[in-house]
């Protein structure tokens, strides 16, 4: 059903890029990528969002038809908003912002054809920053996807059943997910990172490497999907790592939760206690001001110091964050990386994933999505951080 | 689980894409969308695919780690490509095809930094040409996804039970499609082009104007993602329609069916079989040679001559094409519409989609996928066409 942003709302928003624009002395913002149009509209269209330096934007509206509001222009072809800006005596910008991580080569040379401005900047960074520092209204968005998210994970253990493949027990979790108001596609920042709605990673496809950013791999079910499930039956004595999106609004809760078929091998509890450990190690130290890199590095040392490096975020490749900013997209800013210039900043909200693959046993560890408050962090994803055995009394609600 | 194609299947793409280039005097394509990259390689990594003018590609891999073949060489950036082409005594391209509206401008202007071509030119159109005529290997892809997508919709009236609504309804196809080998994502050309596994689209949610490019809208379950079903309980007398797509292999077939909750008013069954006819009409004129654009005219002719005009392909926002080619991707070469040039040829898989959307009915109307043959067109998605009723002995399987 669609519910659209308080201008209030919207109004904070533009005002925080507008305070970036001035600072790099920009005079307005064109913006064409989905995410950052909802971001700055409440609205998905086909079209421009138009922000000047000071004042109320302009939406230059290609599709849906039927919008009638002061601020919605219709156009055909970007060329129509030069024609509209002249018949209004608007000056033409000098300096542009524009989504250069965002639009094809040829739409953003189209636009810079339409205005030729002295200067163009880029819009994604500005805009990824902006996103990065969440409102009381996006919190509250978070908290109502993170509740569903537990929700959706306490019926996992029904949605198993004995001598399935991890694609069939993904396919029935996606459709508790489904159910439960997921709203089907994530987005995630890059042209090529694809996913479909979150991963299953049974045993030791944990191991198989993938193409893209995400904290771990494996197979995929076909080879134009190389992540996550592949199929296999799954086995005795493996893991089941499930870190399903959390999209039950557009605003992404990430949380990994690990499974068991029956009992593992000791080292699979330790590897998954010390995951709990690094996660609370993190957490403790977290407040703003807080180094993103060395957060990291105090990941890295709590893993080598246990003496399972080789495991840490992946075995034949190893991702090389521990956390991510989540948002409208899975993988905003900051960054929990070693060449992270970050600090935390009140309002940032990240994913915290110490992760560890065992050879022959697969993914253990948690994932966990926190808000940074004005004097630490608050964990907003509330659900049981042990290994679950799938096998011990497993109530079939599907 | 993963298969990769055969090199002799791979070949024949590259000479494809190197008589292109020959064409126009390209001496490199430097591919690097994942759509492409998996049209080219058989796969999907982060890197660059190198095709010369004459000979074997280069795969540029930054990930995934672990392959060993002759022609992959691991970098970590871009630069590392001119290098390797120097240590090899490769002399460093001069007019090279980039994916202009695939690449972000920030990538593609790295790359023209890298090499500093002379010229430039648009790789995504060539790919989107060659791409257009499929090999019997592809052809037989299609055919997996088709037979399976009919088996999925075969299933369809067991989803079905009075009083859901038809996000449920949805969800529960989904599930359906997934236990059946669905890949999950379908990838769509265009930035903006968001959907989630398909459209279900019931009563007068058809009327509602979408922002993307697809036949029909529909205001979705939440704003972040206005497609499709939104989440209202389906009602006595009107329609379903149920576009989800065949995503059973890489090759998308795609497939339209008209349900109903009851008896529809007799006005829905008569535009339902002006659908057909103009699909039989469109089969029976198709052959290689003939106009794109003159098939959609046909179309038009025949909604107008029934005075259907006012519904054909929506009411408040009407798309102006009643076909596209369908392969990796669900909007390709050839396009069904006004000013399209062109003729269709050999090889070319379309979908055909004449619809109506009735206002307080809903969307009626079907969508089959066609192989265009050396003589005419084959119908690859065989099913009922006729408007099935779901309420009349409904089987529940689910």
Not at 129 to 149: L, P
């Amino acid at each position: 059903m669609t519910t659209f942003l308080s201008n209030k709302e919207l109004q904070t928003r533009w005002e925080r890029l507008q305070t970036k624009m001035s600072e790099i002395g920009a005079d307005t913002c064109i913006i064409v990528s989905n995410v950052n149009l909802y971001y700055l509209s409440g609205r998905i269209f086909t079209g421009y969002f138009y922000l000047p330096a000071e004042g109320e934007p302009v939406l230059f509206v290609r599709k849906p038809l039927g919008w009638n509001n002061d601020n919605v222009v219709y156009i055909r072809k970007p060329e129509d908003i030069s024609s509209w800006l002249q018949t209004k005596g608007i000056s033409i910008p000098k300096h542009i912002l524009l989504e250069a991580d965002q639009l094809t080569y040829n739409d953003y040379v189209r636009l810079q054809a339409v205005f030729n401005p002295e200067k163009t900047s880029n819009a994604t960074t500005l805009l990824r920053q902006v996103r990065s520092i969440k409102t009381d209204w996006e919190i509250g968005q978070f908290r109502i996807s993170a509740k569903k998210h537990a929700e959706v994970y306490s019926r996992i253990k029904g949605c198993y059943s004995p001598g399935m493949s991890d694609a069939e027990f993904q396919a029935k979790i996606e459709y508790v997910m489904r159910s439960m108001g997921s709203i089907g596609i994530f987005r995630a920042f890059g042209n090529n990172m694809d996913i479909h709605m979150g991963s299953v990673l049974a045993g030791e496809n944990a191991e198989v490497p993938a193409p893209f950013d995400f904290a771990l791999g494996g197979e995929g079910i076909d080879s134009s999907l190389p992540i996550g499930s592949n199929g296999a039956i799954m086995k005795p004595r493996t893991s089941v790592m499930i870190d399903m999106v959390g999209n039950y609004t557009a605003y992404l809760s990430d949380m990994t939760r690990t499974f068991s078929i029956g009992k593992l091998p000791d080292i699979a509890y330790r590897a998954h206690q010390l995951s709990i450990d690094i996660q609370d190690a993190i957490a403790e130290k977290s407040k703003p001001g807080t180094s993103c890199a060395e957060l990291y590095i105090l990941s890295l040392q709590m893993a080598e110091k246990a003496g399972f490096s080789n495991y840490f975020m992946g075995t034949k490749q190893q991702a090389k964050f521990v956390g991510h900013g989540v948002g409208l997209e899975i993988n905003e800013l900051p960054v929990l990386t070693e060449r992270s210039k970050e600090l935390l900043v009140p309002g940032n909200v990240f994913a915290l994933e110490p992760k560890f693959v065992l050879p022959s046993i697969g993914a253990v560890g948690i994932e966990n999505t926190f808000l940074v408050t004005d004097s630490g962090v608050e964990k907003i994803t509330l659900f049981e951080e042990q290994i679950i055995d799938l096998e011990e009394n497993s109530p079939s609600d599907f």
